[in-house]
Every structure is written in structure tokens, then in C-alpha cells.
């Protein structure tokens, strides 16, 4: 486990705690419930497979802010997946771009509810279980918005 992703888990316990204090244990864990339920419903049931020089899968109704993002990153349990060996398929519409030709004049549109395909080349992940972390910058909105998912690979027979 990276630096990174022990400080968010840091804060995603603190900001936990505060809802905690604030407006008790039940409306916690209705956000976990919540949360859950996102996570479940955002990848595409067994899409998390091998696809030529590496692996694709595919997000559905993710819930991300709409617009524009000026870049995209990736990693696959923690080691980064470089900007031209990475693409998004937004909207499905069978025109890939890769991460690396996204920026702020250029950027991609991801909409809510629509089916987005993802592909990463030269990601050696053998069959099992593997995490994703896919980081999105807005145009609009500095922060940062992430997805991250535990996932089984399958290899495609």
C-alpha cells in the first residue's frame, strides 16, 4: 500500500468519525450502504478481462461529476499504467482516446449514465484478484475525483 492511498484512507476514517459524532453510528453506516451500493453497480459485471497486450473493462452510470477532465491516470495495484499505453472509449462509441492526448485543451467527456470502456496495454495482471484506480481532474473543479474497485481478472478463454 502506497503513501497516497493511506492518507486517503486517513481521511475517509476522519471525515467517518466526524459523521459519526455529529449525527450518529446509523447514518454511517447508511453511508457505507451507500457507498456499497455505487461501487457495485459502477463496473460492468465481468468486464474485468484480458483484452490484447493487456486488460479492458467497462464502467456503467459511473458517478462522477459531469463535464470535461482534463486528464486521466491509472494504476493497477498501485503501479502506474503510462498515459499512452492507457485509453478510454468514452460513450462506448468505439473511438479510444489514450490518456496521454487528454488535457485541458482537449479534454473528455465522461456523462453520468452513460457506458464507458477502458483498455490498458502491457498491464501484465495475471487471473485473480487485482485493484484499479482510475484519478480524474475536471476542468472546472481542481480536486481530484477517483474510482478505485478490487476486482477478479479473468483471463478470456
Known amino acids: 500500500m502506497d503513501l497516497r492511498s493511506i492518507r486517503s484512507r486517513l481521511a475517509l476514517l476522519e471525515q467517518g468519525a466526524v459523521i459519526g459524532w455529529a449525527f450518529g453510528t446509523d447514518s454511517l453506516a447508511g453511508l457505507l450502504r451507500s457507498a456499497e451500493l455505487l461501487r457495485e453497480n459502477m463496473l460492468e459485471p465481468s468486464s474485468f478481462r484480458s483484452a490484447s497486450n493487456g486488460l479492458r473493462f467497462e464502467l456503467r452510470n459511473p458517478p462522477l461529476r459531469t463535464g470535461a477532465f482534463s486528464s486521466l491516470s491509472a494504476r493497477v495495484d498501485s503501479t502506474p499504467v503510462p498515459g499512452e499505453r492507457a485509453f478510454v472509449d468514452p460513450c462506448s462509441t468505439g473511438r479510444e482516446r489514450s490518456f496521454a492526448s487528454i488535457d485541458a485543451r482537449a ?19 495475471s487471473p485473480g484478484m487485482h485493484t484499479v484506480r ?14 478505485e474497485f478490487t476486482e477478479r481478472f479473468e483471463a478470456d478463454a
Open 134 to 147: 482510475l484519478e480524474l481532474r475536471s476542468v472546472a473543479i481542481p480536486p481530484v475525483a477517483w474510482i
Open 107 to 125: 479534454p473528455v467527456e465522461l456523462p453520468v449514465g452513460v457506458r464507458h470502456r477502458f483498455r490498458f496495454e502491457s498491464a501484465t495482471v
